[in-house]
């Protein structure tokens, strides 16, 4: 009976505990993609120091950074089944879960930091989180941006699509991304991003693209030599909760999170303005030669918005919504 007696005072316990939203201390998962020294890093430094204080120190966070707990792609099904709390990675690595997020992958589409800000925090991106908690069980809590992807490889300069041919270009596995290389007259080849650094190492693929601040972070400057500026893609880093670890906490923590990742979106870009080009100065002073493409990059626009839009606008709510949304970024429609 004294047993019985103890159990159900234990329980009791428990039980207010929960009710008065007391949960119990918790260190959070961060799953991030790239390496240290990036944007992403910034964003989750920045999200992890604001929750814990919003917290009252309560609970904490543990990032593992380098993809140690898996690819990107991955780590949106983990955190979608609740195996996993949060991660920090690439928009187009988003795209394969909830389609209508090719918005932010359409070739050309965001054309500074000002775009990116602009598409991700109104009512654009107010629709791409819903919908991204509706197709893929994750909520986007936080934006990093790291500056235009520019392509890189180990083999020539590049400045022209003809330069192109030939090299065994790697590509997120993201569908408007390998049509936009198809545009561009060659056939990519789709690869994780936690193989791309081996990938370039060994030669399976003689190029990638992406920023120069995760170039920097990524330690490609050992393994590529050639840089041409492009400005196809400019990179939007979301943070995403899993949905159904945000819905089992309290409000309070709820609203802990999300104040934490507006505190690191603001911070992430702050970042990107000041250090973008001391990164970009550092990987040229480690030997990386920088190239611009020629004719002020005019037919790999051209041939990137003329075959790979046309077959996205369905995925996108059609033409009309793509010409309201350059409408709004001040831009002519197509
Ligand atoms: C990719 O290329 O797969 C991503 O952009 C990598 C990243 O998260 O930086």
Not at 68 to 81: F, K, Y
Not at 116 to 127: D, R, W
Not at 200 to 224: C, R, S
Not at 287 to 314: C, F, L, R
């Amino acid at each position: 009976q004294r047993f019985i007696k103890s159990l159900s005072f234990a329980l009791c316990l428990g039980a207010a505990a929960v009710t008065s939203g007391l949960a119990q201390a918790k260190t959070f998962r961060v799953a991030v993609g790239d390496g240290a020294g990036g944007t992403q890093h910034q964003l989750a430094l920045k999200f992890s120091e604001v929750f814990k204080e919003k917290t009252g120190g309560q609970h904490d966070t543990q990032l593992f950074l380098n993809g140690q707990l898996g690819d990107e792609q991955a780590t949106v099904n983990d955190a979608s089944m609740g195996l996993l709390d949060f991660s920090i990675l690439a928009i187009n690595n988003v795209t394969p879960f909830s389609p209508s997020v090719g918005v932010l992958t359409l070739p050309y589409m965001v054309q500074s930091l000002d775009d990116a800000i602009a598409l991700t925090q109104g009512e654009v991106g107010q629709q791409l989180v819903d919908n991204t908690v509706r197709d893929a069980g994750v909520r986007i809590v936080g934006w990093a941006y790291s500056g235009f992807r520019v392509l890189t490889n180990s083999k020539q300069p590049v400045q022209s699509l003809d330069d192109l041919k030939g090299l065994k270009i790697r590509v997120p596995n993201n569908e408007i991304m390998i049509d936009t290389y198809r545009a561009w007259g060659i056939n990519p080849t789709p690869m994780a991003w936690s193989e791309t650094f081996t990938g370039l190492q060994l030669g399976v693929v003689d190029g990638q693209d992406n920023p120069y601040i995760t170039v920097y972070a990524m330690k490609f400057d050992e393994v590529q030599k050639y840089v041409t500026n492009i400005r196809y893609l400019f990179s939007i880093e979301p943070l995403i909760v899993s949905e159904s670890v945000f819905q089992s906490q309290t409000p309070e923590v709820q609203q802990a999170i999300l104040d934490a990742g507006q505190a690191a979106t603001e911070h992430g870009a702050q970042w990107l303005v000041e250090q973008e080009d001391k990164i970009r100065a550092e990987l040229t002073s480690r030997g990386m030669q920088i190239t611009d493409a020629a004719n002020g990059e005019q037919e790999w626009m051209d041939k990137a918005i003329s075959q790979v839009w046309p077959k996205y606008y369905d995925q996108l709510g059609g033409k009309e919504n793509l010409n309201k949304i350059l409408q709004s970024l001040g831009r002519d429609e197509i």
